[in-house]
Structures are given as structure tokens and as C-alpha cells.
């Protein structure tokens, strides 16, 4: 089993940044991906980046250019740095990781985190 721990976020005006962290523990062998979603009230989770373990990046074209993910391997810690918010960003975000074993691919998700944008 692998836990994942989300810690960062919060309230901030529109233009301001946040930096979001999720650190696994537990059995943390063969994590691949690790990423961030995000879901708004009323609507679907969506994906909002994804690094892989080599460092291949993913973004959502909504944050492309404001939002960084970042990773250190040796700490099993994920970021994602937020920059030039916007009230739409407003969400409950989540982290994710994909454990690759022999039976298949394992997803874990963390507990949440909540940012709030205020314009």
C-alpha cells in the first residue's frame, strides 16, 4: 500500500501562488507517474499535470505556462507550483501516483486539498 499525503493549499487572491506537496510512504516501490487533479463543485475531476519517474511533464492547457509539477525521487515528493491564479482554479486538488507491479498498474489517490481564489 502507498499513502499519499497532500499539504499547501488554501486562500489567495487572484494573481497570487500557491505550492501544493504530496509525499508518498508505504510500499513505494515502482512509482511511475505521479500527478495532480483537481475537481470544482459540480463537476468532473480533470487532470491538471503529471511527471513521470524520469521526469517526463504533462499539462492541462489551462495551466500551461502558470503551473509547474516537479518531483524528487530520493524525497518520493511531488510539487506543483501555482502561479498567477485565477478564480477557476478554484478546487479541491487531489495528488495521484501509479504503482507498476507484476499484476498491473495500482492507483493511489491522496486525501485532497483545498484552493480557494478569491478575484
Known amino acids: 500500500q502507498v499513502q499519499l499525503v497532500e499539504s499547501g493549499g488554501g486562500l489567495v487572491q487572484a494573481g497570487g501562488s500557491l505550492r501544493l506537496s504530496c509525499a508518498a510512504a508505504?510500499?513505494?516501490?515502482?512509482?511511475?507517474?505521479m500527478g495532480w487533479y483537481r475537481q470544482a463543485p459540480g463537476k468532473q475531476r480533470e487532470l491538471v499535470a503529471d511527471i513521470t519517474s524520469g521526469g517526463l511533464t504533462n499539462y492541462a492547457d489551462s495551466v500551461k505556462g502558470r503551473f509547474t509539477i516537479s518531483r524528487d525521487n530520493a524525497k518520493n515528493t511531488a510539487y506543483l507550483q501555482m502561479d498567477s491564479l485565477k478564480p477557476e482554479d478554484t478546487a479541491a486538488y487531489y495528488c495521484?501516483?501509479?504503482?507498476?507491479?507484476?499484476?498491473?498498474?495500482?492507483?493511489?489517490w491522496g486525501q485532497g486539498t483545498q484552493v480557494t481564489v478569491s478575484s
Open positions: 495521484n501516483a501509479d504503482q507498476i507491479l507484476f499484476s498491473g498498474t495500482r492507483t493511489y
Open positions: 508505504g510500499s513505494i516501490f515502482s512509482i511511475n507517474t
